[in-house]
């Protein structure tokens, strides 16, 4: 689903964010990627998203190549992926429900379709009654479940998500994860930047390390 092979990625300042990254991530996979501030977390997402381009290697994406993908086809690979951030981007000026539609209605859906989805998501995140209130009225940890719902609204085969537990206390970051934990369980692949060593010890899962570019470890954590 997400395969990286010997990828370099050298910003236009000269630093080399990313040296000779390999990994494949399996659909239905979930993984974290951990690392130091400045290890290369966000510049490997974004090349996942296509928001930056290799300089050497290749990113491949459900069976697209990122290396050669045309510029109109960019919306179909973020169709794919949905992106969950640490400071969840909610917008301030409308209820929850606007804004877990926005990427649908973005899309053009109908809003009879919309309300569907939309309602299932915000199920699937607990927040089914929480609808009608503007975001700024609900705790943190709510408000980073109302950016999962966002992320996952058009059933993306692919969750990515950026610290996404980074402002929130031990418990709520766990019920976050489970939260990630359960979509993976019904077949979305997963991978999460995190820095969170305790919360990803925990989890048990594959955890993929990053140092100064370089993948340094990869497997169970240890
Ligand atoms: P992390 O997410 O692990 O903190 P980043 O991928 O954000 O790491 O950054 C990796 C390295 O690349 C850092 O040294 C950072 O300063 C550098 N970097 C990130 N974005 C840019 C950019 N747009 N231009 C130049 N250097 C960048
Ligand atoms: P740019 O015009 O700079 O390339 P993008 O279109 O890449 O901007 O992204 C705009 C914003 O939307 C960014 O913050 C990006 O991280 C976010 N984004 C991109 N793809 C998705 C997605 N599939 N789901 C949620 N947010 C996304």
Redesign the pocket.
Known sequence: MIQFTNVFKRYESGHEALQNVTFTLHEGEMAFLTGHSGAGKSTLL?LI???EVATRGHVTIDSLNLNNLARRH?PY?????????QDH?LLFDRSVYDNVAL?LVIEGMNPQDIGKRVRAALDKVGLLSKEKLNPIMLSGGEQQRVGIA??VV?K?PIL?ADEPTGNLDPQLSAEIMQLFRQFNAVGVTVLIASHDLDLISRMGLRMMELSQGSLKQDGAYA
Do not use: D, S, T, Y
């Open positions: 974004k998203m296509r928001m960019i690979l973020r169709r794919k992926i949905g992106v969950v951030f981007q990427p966002r992320a058009n993306p990515l």
